[in-house]
């Protein structure tokens, strides 16, 4: 019979992930952005993502900060440099959309 030698403890509470994003907008100006992003882990899957990622600070560093440098790099392809100003709450609702969509539910 297996006997639990020792647990590891995961944070399921809300996180924030802040990451740099360099990129090109569509008329091909370099866009440097800081992007902060809150995140919590689903409880369900926090099992299976520790045995196939890694602790906490993994799962950010191997999937949650790429995926926000993804998001980005194809939203700010979609717009001009002058569009990224004046349309920023579009340009927002582009990211989120993207992260929840490769995200899903960590």
Do not use: C
């Not at 045995?51 to 979609?78: L, M, Y």
């Amino acid at each position: 019979m297996p006997f639990i030698t020792s647990a590891v403890m995961m944070n399921v509470q809300t996180q924030k992930a802040e990451v740099q994003a360099d990129s090109a907008s569509k008329d091909l100006q370099a866009v440097r952005t800081t992007i902060a992003v809150n995140y919590n882990l689903d409880p369900a899957a926090v099992r299976t993502l520790y045995q196939t990622v890694g602790d906490n600070d993994t799962i950010t560093f191997k999937i949650v900060g790429p995926s926000i440098q993804e998001a980005v790099k194809a939203t700010t392809a979609k717009f001009t440099a002058e569009e990224l100003i004046t349309e920023r709450s579009a340009v927002a609702v582009d990211i989120k959309a993207n992260l929840t969509n490769k995200l899903g539910k960590l």
